[in-house]
């Protein structure tokens, strides 16, 4: 039987950016599931360029995951009382400079990748 394998990751403000270069990427552990993981942007740097599913990016933080399913579910939530924030993620491959495997935009106070096309083993940084 295949698990649908979730994570949410939350962003609200606190002081900390332990995360804002991808060497210190935050270790997610996926299971069947949620893993609800909270964050913050607060003090957070733009490592390279914008996404192209989110141009006027100013901040990132990093998170990584090995894949234990083909299929399984990225989400990005707002628990911010900062109602204008726009979040985005990418997705890349074996790397923070690996291939970009998707860039998701932000739709309605979340951003949701879901498909079945993860390789079990590769690890993907968010």
């Given amino acids: 039987m295949k698990h649908l394998l979730l994570f949410f990751i939350l962003f609200w403000h606190v ?15 996926p299971n069947a599931n949620c893993v609800n993981v909270s964050g913050t942007f607060n003090g957070a740097t733009l490592s390279g360029a914008a996404p192209t599913c989110a141009n006027t990016s100013s901040q990132d ?13 990225v989400n990005l939530s707002r628990v911010s009382t900062n109602s ?3 979040l985005a993620m990418e997705l890349y ?11 998701v935009a932000w739709t309605t106070n979340v951003s949701t990748y879901f498909n079945n096309d993860f390789v079990i083993g590769r690890t993907y940084y968010v």
């Fill in 15 to 29: 002081s900390s950016k332990a995360n804002d270069e991808c060497v210190n990427a935050i270790q997610l552990t």
């Fill in 61 to 73: 933080v990093w998170y990584r995951f090995t894949a234990t399913e083909q299929t399984m579910s």
């Fill in 84 to 86: 204008t924030m726009y």
């Fill in 93 to 103: 491959e074996d790397s923070c400079a690996g291939n970009l495997f998707k860039c």
